[in-house]
């Protein structure tokens, strides 16, 4: 079973912090993604990356960045947290194009 | 228009009931198609692939209408446990061109 886990399951941090997600995947998948889920607007994507060291954009990356320094760990990064940031966090893993999407159980990240 | 569009409901039917979500996806060259299902507070797990010819797994049947540009989810003789938000999902391409749904919620009432 491919089994993608994240570091926090929930998280409270201060306006201004700089915050760190973590995600690992056991399954040594080349592709990995962060989502951001908030109600109403589905899963959209911040990052991606296809291969280690290797980065791309999604469709709202504004505000933050990410580490892929290991095939197996892939980091989503909020240089300086912000209230608009609180929402529902979702690591994917993925073998192959058209193929599925393994998730992690997600980090409730609230910036207060 | 949303490039992934769902009914977002609730559906509320009972135990036993028949019950089909529609998906619309506005990009005609998109290339793969799933339904995903995410129970409360909990990450999404996909629940099938839509394949040209349809799929059928037990009680759930997808397919996919390319003309009219939707899929489809036929859920047969509801259980309680089917109670869950089921998102659709698109791939038009690429790794960046997964599109999900906002997702359609089911709640199965005794």
């Known amino acids: ?112 | 228009r949303k490039e992934v569009e769902q009914d977002p409901g609730p559906f509320n039917v009972p135990e036993g009931a028949t019950v089909a979500f529609n998906c619309t996806y506005s990009n005609s060259a998109s290339q793969s198609f799933f339904w995903y299902r995410q129970d409360c507070r909990k990450e999404p797990k996909l629940l099938m692939s839509v394949y040209s010819s349809g799929n059928e797994d037990g009680r759930f049947t997808a397919q996919l209408n390319r003309a009219s540009q939707y899929i489809s989810l036929l859920i047969r003789d509801s259980k309680l446990s089917d109670s869950a938000t089921y998102l659709c999902v698109v791939n038009s391409g690429g790794y960046q061109k997964v599109t999900f749904g906002t997702g359609t919620k089911l709640q199965v009432i005794p």
Not at chain 1, 58 to 84: C, W
Not at chain 1, 97 to 104: D, L
Request: hydrophobic residues 30%.
């Open chain 1, 1 to 112: 079973d491919v089994k993608v886990t994240q570091s926090s399951r929930y998280l409270v941090k201060r306006t201004g912090e700089k915050v760190f997600l973590e995600c690992v995947q056991d399954m040594d998948h080349e592709n990995m993604f962060w989502y951001r889920q908030d109600p109403g607007l589905g899963l959209r994507l911040i990052y991606f990356s296809y291969d280690v060291k290797m980065k791309e954009k999604g469709d709202i990356p504004e505000g933050y960045s990410v580490s892929r320094e290991k095939k197996e760990r892939f980091s989503l990064i909020l240089e300086s947290a912000s209230t608009n940031q609180t929402s529902m966090y979702l690591c994917a893993s993925l073998l192959a194009v058209g193929g599925e999407q393994y998730f992690g159980p997600g980090t409730r990240l609230t910036v207060t």
